[in-house]
């Protein structure tokens, strides 16, 4: 059973990466996810500057979902730069570099202190629904907003594929997803958290996140994550490449996604749950399931909703 991916000449093993958030924050952490079976590793977001996130508690899971309002902290380009590099020098898999800015001008900023160290690809976020009281409404629920901001980063991306993450709150993430086509865009991620949402609690009558509100990810948001998916690969006519993400924590779901039309997996939350070697773990229940219906190659699943 062949899993191997060549997503726009960029070869992975198996369609698993880790997705953008906690998890992903340094070089030894993504070199541990490479060795537990991932095809591909996703930075967590930079900025262009030094960003310290919201105060704790900033994370509440139950068994069906999990709402995080870490805020995406990051300790700036030079460490980035630092961690990249080191990665670099014996890349066990892709590195896809996740970027995000609160405007199109610091989008580009970033852009051109990231491109220099050659990431296999560029996620650009402009979708994370937890910094909305810092940044106003995120660029993903605009069509016009989407699509400049990916054009711009499109024009100093340096001929590195540029992927566009998109936010399940659009109205129509088609709409969005089909401006940045227009725009440029190479691919996509789908999707980021969904909400925000609050948890809160019952003694204390307050909101039990300390910034009050939090994205919304795991398990219960799958369904949410294979119909965005599904609606950007018929948009765009199957033209461009899906990283769909969003709840997946077993093969079943992985194929589910990959049905819809996505090329690649991210997988964040079950990493916590699940171990991680979740990648692996979903890697053979993939293959199990594919062995059992007489699929030989992944990319057959691709796209082939009915």
């Given at each position: 059973m062949n899993l191997s991916q060549n997503i726009l000449g960029v070869e992975f093993s198996n369609p698993t990466v880790l997705a953008s958030g906690i998890w992903g924050v340094t070089a030894s952490s993504w070199r541990r996810v490479a060795e537990n079976g991932a095809g591909g590793v996703t930075s967590k977001s930079l900025w262009i500057r030094e960003h310290k996130g919201h105060p704790n508690p900033s994370v509440i899971s139950t068994e069906h979902w999990t709402l995080n309002a870490v805020g995406l902290p990051d300790a700036g380009p030079e460490k980035a730069k630092e961690e990249i590099e080191g990665y670099n020098q014996d890349k066990p898999v892709p590195l896809i570099a996740n970027i995000v800015a609160g405007c199109v001008e610091d989008f580009v900023s970033i852009?051109?202190?990231?491109?220099?160290?050659?990431?296999?690809?560029?996620?650009?976020?402009?979708?994370?629904?937890?910094?909305?009281?810092?940044?106003?409404k995120p660029f993903a629920c605009s069509a016009p907003d989407a699509a400049a901001v990916t054009k711009a980063v499109k024009e100093v991306s340096g001929g590195i594929p540029v992927f566009v993450k998109l936010s399940p709150n659009a109205l129509s993430i088609a709409e969005v997803a089909l401006a940045c086509a227009q725009a440029g865009a190479d691919g996509f991620t789908a999707i980021n958290t969904v909400g925000p949402g609050m948890a809160i609690d019952l003694l204390s009558r307050k909101p039990i996140l300390a910034n009050g509100v939090g994205g919304l990810s795991g398990p219960g948001i799958k369904p949410v994550a294979v119909r965005c998916v599904a609606d950007i690969y018929k948009a765009t006519e199957g033209k461009l490449p899906i990283i769909g993400t969003g709840g997946v924590y077993t093969g079943e779901d992985a194929l589910?996604?990959?049905?819809?039309?996505?090329?690649?997996?991210?997988?964040?939350?079950?990493?916590?749950?699940?171990?991680q070697d979740v990648f692996k773990k979903v890697c053979d229940e993939m293959n199990e399931w594919c062995e059992k219906e007489g699929i030989k190659d992944i990319s057959e699943i691709i796209g082939s909703i009915k």
């Open positions: 852009a051109e202190k990231i491109v220099p160290l050659k990431p296999d690809f560029l996620e650009v976020n402009i979708s994370c629904p937890n910094v909305e009281n810092e940044f106003g589910e996604m990959m049905i819809a039309g996505a090329s690649l997996i991210g997988i964040g939350t079950a990493v916590g749950d699940r171990g």
